[in-house]
């Protein structure tokens, strides 16, 4: 059983050449916690009873999913992190004089 397909620019995009090899080391660094999550998920239904198999043991089921979905956004980003920006980054202007709130002269002139 598959789940929905995640979107993906692949198909207007080429990839490259190390593609292979950041996707297996991005599963090598996710395994970890797809592992915790799928046992947290299997711990809260092997002694369920029949009666319980619905409402909050749905959300934690959930709960569980997000939780792996976070850390695999995190980790990817992370990922990118890694082999991004290269080189000092600039310093900003300083900002200039803040105006006066009224146009005109001091009040009551």
Do not use: N
């Given at each position: 059983?598959?789940?929905?397909?995640?979107?993906?620019?692949?198909?207007?995009?080429?990839?490259?050449?190390?593609?292979?090899?950041?996707?297996?080391?991005?599963?090598?660094?996710?395994?970890?916690?797809?592992?915790?999550?799928?046992?947290?998920?299997?711990?809260?239904?092997?002694?369920?009873?029949?009666?319980?198999?619905?409402g909050d043991i749905e959300y934690r089921l959930r709960d569980a999913?997000?939780?792996?979905?976070?850390?695999?956004?995190?980790?990817?980003?992370?990922?990118?992190?890694?082999?991004?920006?290269?080189?000092?980054?600039?310093?900003?202007?300083?900002?200039?004089?803040?105006?006066?709130?009224t146009p005109g002269g001091p009040a009551g002139s």
């Amino acid at each position: 059983m598959t789940g929905p397909d995640i979107p993906t620019r692949m198909g207007t995009m080429s990839p490259t050449p190390d593609r292979h090899a950041r996707i297996e080391a991005l599963l090598t660094q996710l395994r970890p916690a797809a592992e915790d999550a799928l046992r947290r998920m299997a711990e809260q239904l092997v002694d369920r009873p029949d009666t319980e198999l619905f409402g909050d043991i749905e959300y934690r089921l959930r709960d569980a999913a997000h939780d792996l979905a976070t850390t695999a956004h995190q980790t990817g980003l992370e990922a990118r992190k890694k082999g991004g920006t290269r080189g000092r980054a600039s310093c900003a202007r300083s900002a200039g004089r803040t105006p006066g709130s009224t146009p005109g002269g001091p009040a009551g002139s």
